[in-house]
């Protein structure tokens, strides 16, 4: 699975009438990615559920609207871990999280040169 699927990007353009601010969405996504990604893995460590359920869904969602694919799927793979109450794979998913949110956020940062 790629990191970024760029043809989300430039339909999200297409369909605001708006590339350059989509290209600033991106730039704030870009900079709020490490705390949405910080969240989760608190949530996780605190045993907070609600919170890590919102922080997991919140980090799902936005990472699906930027085209961030592989990003998108591994916080799907934490959220099912914890709507079935598997704590151990959902750590081990977590960990892939700060990883796979740097690779997104460097690819993002290709599409915007």
Do not use: K, N, W
């Amino acid at each position: 699975m790629s990191i970024l699927d760029a043809a989300v990007i430039t339909q999200l353009g297409t369909d605001l009438g708006d590339p350059a601010f989509v290209q600033r969405l991106v730039g704030t996504y870009r900079q709020m990615l490490p705390g949405r990604v910080e969240r989760v893995v608190a949530a996780l460590e605190a045993d907070d559920h609600d919170d890590l359920m919102d922080a997991v869904l919140s980090l799902r969602t936005s990472a699906t609207t930027m085209g961030a694919t592989a990003l998108a799927s591994l916080a799907g793979d934490v959220e099912q871990h914890v709507r079935l109450a598997d704590t151990v794979a959902a750590r081990r998913a977590v960990r892939r999280l700060p990883g796979t949110a740097r690779q997104t956020c460097q690819a993002l940062a290709l599409t915007a040169s």
